[in-house]
């Protein structure tokens, strides 16, 4: 299988966007996967996830502006198979640079298409800024599939309906037609309220057989695990957090066999 692209976006914040990146590529390395996660998120959350500090000049941006290649940024983090492109605050100027560049939405697939042609990893994760400026916009056009965490409450829905809007376009204006939704996963559910079981009612009816199986759980040990700089599965390993996105992480994988 050569190497796919996955990127993990909502352009609202506090859904959980992170939080699956990290655990996702996290649960898919321990599962065999050889796991790149490419944080392009000025916030440097991922980063920080995987227990990597915040470091100038380490992120992607030189690469975008044609700077050096990205293999160059590529690191290994603590965890086995799972390698990361981190990132910094500076990659906040790389909106304002990117605008003034030829293909200014084709730079990340650009600089990511001889790291997939080394084929030294079987899987790239994206991790993306919450909003759909260049820099989301750069992973939508250099990624194969699109992957929409859900936070389960009432204003979800209208987060999708945009980013399902912005794949259109992204598909239909030829910057990248091979996009697929690869799924909407459901994340910070609280089966103790009826508002998280009728949200994850709505969105299935929505979308089908695009929501995930999986639904991730609001838990107390998810939310401490970055501050740790480690991923669920590694902070507590038979957590319900862990098990949910291990369990997550096999459902992409026959999706992506699938596809």
Do not use: W
């Not at 915040?54 to 290649?69: C, D, F, M, P, V």
């Not at 009432?154 to 996009?179: C, F, K, P, T």
């Not at 999986?214 to 501050?227: F, G, H, K, M, W």
Request: glycine share 8%; charged share 20%; proline share 4%.
């Amino acid at each position: 299988m050569p190497t796919k692209v996955i990127a993990v976006a909502n352009q609202k914040g506090g859904v959980g966007k992170t939080t699956t990146a990290v655990n996702l590529a996290a649960c898919l390395a321990s599962l065999g996967q050889r796991v790149l996660l490419v944080d392009i998120d000025p916030q440097a959350n991922a980063t920080s996830g995987v227990g990597l500090p915040k470091t100038e000049g380490a992120s992607a941006y030189r690469a975008l502006l044609g700077e050096g290649t990205l293999a160059e940024h590529i690191l290994p983090t603590a965890f086995e198979r799972l390698a990361i492109v981190p990132s910094e605050v500076d990659l906040c100027g790389a909106e304002i640079e990117l605008a003034r560049l030829e293909n200014h939405l084709q730079r990340l697939a650009l600089a990511l298409q001889p790291v997939r042609d080394a084929g030294q990893h079987d899987l790239i994760v994206i991790d993306c800024a919450p909003s759909l400026g260049i820099l989301t916009l750069n992973a939508f056009a250099a990624a194969d599939s699109l992957l929409v965490p859900l936070q389960c409450e009432y204003y979800a829905l209208e987060g999708i309906s945009m980013i399902h809007r912005v794949l259109g376009q992204v598909r239909d204006s030829g910057v990248n037609a091979r996009l697929e939704l690869l799924g909407v996963v459901m994340t910070m559910f609280d089966g103790r309220t009826r508002l998280s079981q009728q949200v994850v009612g709505e969105v299935r009816e929505h979308f089908g057989e695009k929501v995930f199986e999986t639904v991730i759980p609001r838990t107390t040990r998810l939310a401490e695990a970055p501050s740790h700089g480690q991923p669920i599965i590694h902070y507590d390993r038979y957590s319900a957090g862990a098990s949910a996105y291990e369990v997550l992480a096999q459902e992409v994988l026959e999706r992506l066999k699938q596809g």
